[in-house]
């Protein structure tokens, strides 16, 4: 571990003590208050968009009619992604002539984008065509992202609203999102991107020769060309990782020089993927009125993501014992970064790249570097993030009503403890919303079990799997995990685009965000009718040290009776077994 390394943390850090008050303020205006900064120019922008789709700006619905408009939406932007991957051979903006996408890979690339998942079974730069790229897939970045924050304003205004009806409207939630946070933000940061040298241009494929010789053909003779791919992957890269989305224009994503240049993009690459879900906390603070409740939750989300960021750098840091016992040298000199260099890019150096395992507790799945090339222990902090449920910060949205879940659960356990009805903000949890979060809490684990166990059954299945053993294990369940859990990276070894893996895993995709986003509408349809009780000396405070604790404590319990025994068949039995 590296005095340098440890200080990119401490910058993304500083950058996000930063970011989270200025940001969550705003958001706080833009969702629950009558005006907010920067009407003057968004409000006609919005009223020509509601004009064009007509929607009421003022009408509200109640969550199931919030919930309808999230999967009509969701279904006709699926559908045209599909549409336009199938027909985009003869669309233009094609200076590559790419071909139609297949059938499968249409299927699973239209729900991975939609589902905010960006699962990618495919080669950007060799499938997509730059039409492909900006209107199928950016777009689809903007409305995922969009979407998880809407509903997790819907919660909130549940449990800030009493004695009502409605959670506000899924349309205005949308566009609000989209105009005044998402779409502000990414063209300021395309811009400071292109200025560090991420390409932005619609350029066709160029080949060049070079100094160095790249190949030897068929004849023995030494080739001293190569293609160098262009398009506009600056407008594509902050949303990318701003919407906590993940999927990259090239197929190996920020670890891409042309899309992460340098260890400065590399930072401002990963604060734009925390930026908004540790905003949200604070939004949820200011709008229940107590600072104290948006910080048990921030705190509780940091302290889960600096835990598996530390452990996972300080197995990396310390190199591979394998080549250690070799006699090779892995400390850090002048010539090299030191650790476990396999898999990750010598620019960046171990810590920059564990910064980028780091977003798989957000759900940006864009990794910096190949876990299949990291030590046991630390490629599995990356699987660990996920398990969690995504809530260490979590998506855009999705991270804080995940959390705000396992805040119930644990003011449920605490009441069973005390002899009282939960409560949470005054309002008592009951049977209704238990029977909701119990099937919120069990779609992710199902899918993610049932498949894995499915995979690694099948002899058809199993035939895509490359290693063999615990390792082999790690990557299935990361594979499912990822798709369940809307994160889209991937742990690498398995024939992604079989059909067993294009469709499951798409399906997964869809459970993993319609199947927790409904309840979580209905909880707050549930709470936004309940009056709020007085509190008493008897009520169990959910703004204290203690009540943090506990949080963490149900948090890890939850995760641990669920996921610890295919955590011990996979990365800790590879690690105990030496397999480096």
Not at 144 to 150: L, N, P, R
Not at 279 to 308: E, H, K, Y
């Amino acid at each position: 571990m590296s005095g340098a390394g440890w200080l990119q943390f401490a910058a993304l850090g500083l950058l996000l003590v930063l970011s989270t008050r200025v940001l969550g303020a705003y958001m706080y205006r833009v969702y629950f208050t009558k005006d907010a900064p920067g009407d003057r120019f968004f409000l006609p922008v919005e009223r020509a968009a509601y004009r064009l789709c007509g929607i009421d700006p003022e009408g509200e619905q109640r969550w199931n009619a919030y919930a309808f408009s999230l999967l009509a939406f969701s279904l006709i932007s699926c559908l045209l992604t599909y549409c336009l991957l199938r027909f985009q051979a003869h669309l233009s903006f094609n200076p590559d002539g790419m071909k139609a996408v297949g059938p499968g890979v249409s299927f699973n690339t239209a729900v991975s984008f939609l589902t905010g998942t960006n699962w990618q079974s495919y080669a950007g730069e060799a499938t997509m065509s730059h039409l492909s790229q900006m209107l199928a897939l950016v777009v689809q970045q903007f409305l995922a992202g969009a979407a998880g924050m809407a509903i997790a304003v819907a919660l909130i205004r549940g449990l800030v609203r009493k004695r009502q009806a409605s959670l506000g409207s899924f349309w205005v939630d949308l566009v609000r999102s989209i105009t005044r946070i998402l779409l502000p933000i990414t063209i300021a940061f395309a811009v400071v991107l292109m200025s560090q040298g991420v390409i932005q241009n619609f350029h066709a494929t160029r080949p060049v020769t070079t100094a160095a010789v790249q190949t030897v053909d068929t004849s023995g003779a030494s080739v001293h060309t190569q293609r160098i791919p262009g398009g506009p992957v600056a407008s594509m890269t902050p949303i990318e990782l701003l919407g906590t989305n993940g999927g990259g224009f090239f197929n190996a994503n920020i670890a891409h020089p042309f899309e992460n240049p340098n260890p400065i993009s590399n930072l401002l690459l990963y604060w734009l993927a925390f930026m908004i879900p540790f905003a949200f906390p604070f939004t949820f603070g200011r709008a229940v009125g107590s600072a104290a409740q948006g910080g048990v939750v921030l705190a509780a989300m940091a302290v889960l993501l600096i835990a598996t960021s530390v452990v996972g750098y300080a197995f990396e840091g310390r190199g591979n014992p394998a080549l250690a016992r070799g006699g090779v040298t892995q400390t850090v000199s002048a010539s090299q970064a030191g650790g476990n260099m396999e898999g990750k890019d010598s620019r960046l150096g171990v810590g920059a790249t564990i910064m980028g395992s780091a977003s798989t507790a957000t759900t940006a799945g864009a990794p910096n570097g190949a876990f299949e090339s990291f030590t046991p222990i630390g490629g599995s902090t990356a699987l660990v993030n996920m398990l969690f449920g995504e809530i260490s910060p979590g998506g855009d949205g999705s991270g804080l009503y995940g959390m705000l879940i396992v805040v119930l659960v644990s003011v449920f356990i605490a009441g069973l403890m005390v002899g009282r009805t939960p409560e949470y903000l005054r309002k008592k949890i009951q049977g209704a919303e238990m029977k909701l979060i119990v099937l919120f809490m069990l779609a992710v684990p199902v899918a993610t079990l049932a498949f894995a166990g499915a995979a690694v059954t099948i002899m058809s299945a199993r035939h895509n799997i490359s290693a063999a053993g615990p390792h082999g294990l790690t990557e299935v369940v990361y594979a499912y995990s990822s798709a369940a859990n809307g994160n889209g990276s991937a742990f690498a070894g398995i024939n992604a685009t079989s059909n067993w893996y294009l469709s499951t895993l798409g399906l997964a995709m869809l459970v993993g965000r319609f199947f927790t986003a409904i309840p979580v509408l209905a909880i707050g349809g549930s709470l936004v009718r309940k009056q709020t009780v007085r509190s008493s000396a008897g009520t169990f405070r959910t703004d204290t040290p203690l009540f943090f604790g506990l949080l963490l404590g149900v948090t890890l319990i939850v995760v641990g009776l669920t996921y610890f025994p295919i955590l011990a068949l996979g990365p800790i039995v590879e690690h105990l077994a030496g397999h480096f």
